[in-house]
């Protein structure tokens, strides 16, 4: 069993940064594949970024490319996710996830979701105007 808990979230300033961390608990061996995916009210999911843990290739969607990163600690199993420059359309409900299955990451490119095995109950990231 693995849960997700993020943090970071909260009121953020238009042109600020945000710092997101994902703490992976639980029995998290079999887990290679963490990301981010955000869901704004009335839209559809929106893969942010992929990272395969232990160093391995990061994937990052065309709405974040060049503002975010990835991070991570491996030592206490933590994922951060950087994003810069933050506007209003940076607004939603932003969720650590998993596991990326059957999936590959590199279809957060698009924006697409990749299918993953576990994700967290979500955190708000709201960008004033």
């Known amino acids: 069993q693995v849960y997700l808990v993020e943090s970071g979230g909260g009121s953020m300033q238009t042109g600020g940064s945000a710092m997101l961390s994902c703490l992976l608990a639980?029995?998290?061996?079999?887990?290679?594949?963490m990301g981010w995916y955000r869901q704004a009210p009335g839209k559809e999911r929106e893969g942010i970024a992929v990272s395969y843990t232990g160093g391995g290739s990061e994937y990052y969607s065309k709405s974040v490319k060049g503002r975010s990163a990835i991070t991570e600690d491996i030592a206490k199993n933590i994922l951060h996710l950087q994003i810069n420059n933050l506007n209003p359309e940076d607004t939603a409900m932003y969720y650590c996830?998993?596991?990326?299955?059957?999936?590959?990451?590199?279809?957060?490119?698009?924006?697409?979701?990749?299918?993953?095995?576990?994700w967290g109950q979500g955190i708000q990231v709201t960008v004033s105007s």
């Open positions: 996830a998993a596991g990326c299955s059957g999936t590959t990451g590199s279809m957060v490119v698009s924006g697409a979701v990749p299918d993953f095995t576990y």
């Open positions: 639980g029995d998290a061996t079999s887990i290679s594949c």
